[in-house]
């Protein structure tokens, strides 16, 4: 199995940073694996927010956070970075990672990712 726990969510103001971290493990967990951020606001469906390629060199943003937000991975430490800067009250949300072991790049489809942590929560406050 594999497991996915987020962390470095809170509380901020509008304008701020914060970065998301998720710790990947588990004895089938691969760095060939897809990895992606979701978040889903409250009354609201989980949304795709980015996803990064195995080797790192394919990234893909959700419109929303294009020029915001930057995903990265570290894959000798088996970890997924969300980087998000001018944060704005739209982004609160539950923050999920997610893991797709797939070997086809489809990061927006949310049935591909067979994995998910528990989330993070982000608050933004104006």
């Known amino acids: 199995q594999v497991q996915l726990v987020e962390s470095g969510g809170g509380l901020v103001q509008a304008g701020g940073s914060l970065r998301l971290s998720c710790a990947a493990s588990?004895?089938?967990?691969?760095?060939?694996?897809?990895m992606g951020w979701f978040r889903q606001a409250p009354g609201k469906e989980r949304e795709f927010v980015a996803a990064?390629?195995?080797?790192?060199?394919?990234?893909y943003y959700a419109d929303s956070v294009k020029g915001r937000f930057t995903i990265s991975k570290d894959n000798a430490k088996n970890t997924v970075y969300l980087q998000m800067n001018s944060l704005k009250p739209e982004d609160t949300a539950v923050y999920y990672c997610?893991?797709?072991?797939?070997?086809?790049?489809?990061?927006?489809?949310?049935?591909?990712?067979?994995?998910w942590g528990q989330g993070t929560q982000v608050t933004v406050s104006s």
């Open positions: 997610a893991a797709d072991p797939s070997s086809t790049w489809e990061p927006r489809r949310r049935s591909a990712y067979n994995y």
């Open positions: 990064i390629s195995w080797s790192g060199g394919r990234t």
């Open positions: 588990g004895r089938t967990f691969s760095t060939y694996y897809t």
